[in-house]
């Protein structure tokens, strides 16, 4: 455990998102819950540090680098969290921010429709139920939901 953590506190010191992702599954064997949460709060903390560079910078972040990709994924993560918490208001502005920081154009319409299911104050597990489309999601390998049965708009029409 000792190797783990020096191994973590290396990765935390260099500001190294992706590093701590690696890490990920032998954290989950070794650590409690408590120590779990330390451990994503702080790779949350590094990624809310490179998005306020990016943002302060004028910078767009690249899927294809490394820790631009861990910046992202870890964004998504807080942002979900916050929408399956009920906190869509929140949620939609993390939506729309994480979009507009990336380079990535299926990552950003993806934000855009995760955003407008929070704007319409669409709870989470209906969002997910009714439009996202989980077998394509999942086949394809990606860290956030990019793949809908239908558009939020359509939605509103229908109703």
């Known amino acids: 455990m000792d190797e783990l953590k020096g191994k973590i506190y290396n990765a935390q010191a260099a500001g190294d998102i992706a590093a701590l992702y690696v890490l990920e599954a032998q954290a989950h064997e070794v650590f409690d819950d408590d120590t779990l949460m330390a451990y994503y709060a702080n790779i949350l903390d590094l990624a809310l540090e490179r998005m306020t560079n990016a943002l ?3 910078e767009r972040l690249d ?4 820790q631009d990709f861990a910046t992202l994924r870890a964004l ?3 942002a979900i969290e916050h929408y399956s918490a009920g906190s869509a208001h929140d949620a939609s502005a993390l939506f729309e921010v994480i979009g507009g920081l990336s380079k990535d154009e299926p990552f950003n319409e993806a934000m855009k429709m995760h955003r407008a ?3 319409a104050k669409i709870p989470f597990d209906d969002f997910i139920d009714e439009y996202v489309d989980m077998k394509a999601v999942q086949e394809s390998g990606k860290f956030y939901i990019g793949e809908f049965k239908k558009c939020i708009e359509e939605a509103g029409e229908e109703a």
């Open 63 to 66: 899927m294809n680098e490394v």
């Open 76 to 78: 998504y993560e807080y």
């Open 56 to 58: 302060e910078n004028l």
């Open 117 to 119: 299911a929070c704007d």
